[in-house]
């Protein structure tokens, strides 16, 4: 089956985490790498639980929806090592610049493309986040550039539930016929968006993805890219 056109576009919606901050990169995988240079005796399995916790804690701490990205992060990698039983001030804190510089170099990269994206499309963000998607998206110059920042801490909505996707286009007025969605994970942004009726964009990074679903369909993603820029030539 044919990719869906996308000469009738009028809006685009994106994901915030490993999207707009990364080439597909989703952060438990960002991390374990930099876990492996500054911490090597954390396991996959540890790692990965910390962090599922971390994410609990950044969602119930009410705090964390006054952080911009340096806090978000600190406080991420605080909760990560306080669950891996680690006490290093010094390695938590090179950790966290680590992450921080490589989330502000595709921040700043992608912002221009959001700036020229912005002169002919509707643009939106829609995030599982912790309530400060806006403050983030303010820091790195891309605000001015979106017409609505669907936060699912705000809304009360997360995805994959494809309502979610609904509510960013009635902020947007733009119907899902009409729209894209933008996403590097499969299970909570391609597949749901489809279902919502969006032409879907899947940003993907084989090297750091996670094993498919078993229930992928290589249809659900009606087209593929590997860094945030080719969207341009895509639409263009």
Request: charged share 20%; aromatic share 8%.
């Amino acid at each position: 089956m044919a990719p869906k056109p996308l000469i009738s576009l009028q809006g685009i919606l994106f994901d915030l985490g490993g999207t707009l901050d990364g080439d597909g990169e989703h952060w438990l995988n960002r991390f374990h790498l930099l876990y492996q240079e500054d911490f090597p005796g954390v396991s996959w399995d540890a790692l990965k639980a910390a962090f599922y916790r971390a994410e609990v804690i950044c969602q119930q701490e009410s705090q964390v929806a006054g952080l911009g990205l340096e806090g978000l992060v600190a406080f991420h990698v605080s909760q990560q090592l306080a669950v891996l039983e680690i006490t290093d001030p010094q390695g938590a804190s090179r950790l966290a610049q680590k992450f921080l510089e490589s989330c502000r170099e595709k921040l700043g990269r992608n912002a221009g493309v959001l700036s020229r994206l912005a002169g002919r499309f509707r643009l939106g963000v829609v995030t599982n986040g912790y309530g400060n998607a806006e403050i983030i998206l303010e820091e790195a110059g891309m605000r001015p550039h979106l017409a609505a920042v669907v936060d699912s801490q705000a809304v009360r909505l997360r995805k994959p539930d494809p309502a979610i996707f609904a509510l960013a286009l009635d902020y947007l007025g733009v119907a899902p016929e009409a729209a894209a969605l933008v996403g590097d994970s499969y299970q909570q942004d391609i597949r749901p968006a489809k279902e919502a009726g969006l032409t879907t964009v899947w940003l993907r990074n084989d090297a750091m993805s996670a094993p498919l679903p078993p229930d992928f369909s290589p249809t659900a993603a009606d087209y593929q890219i590997k860094a945030l820029p080719d969207l341009e030539a895509l639409v263009s």
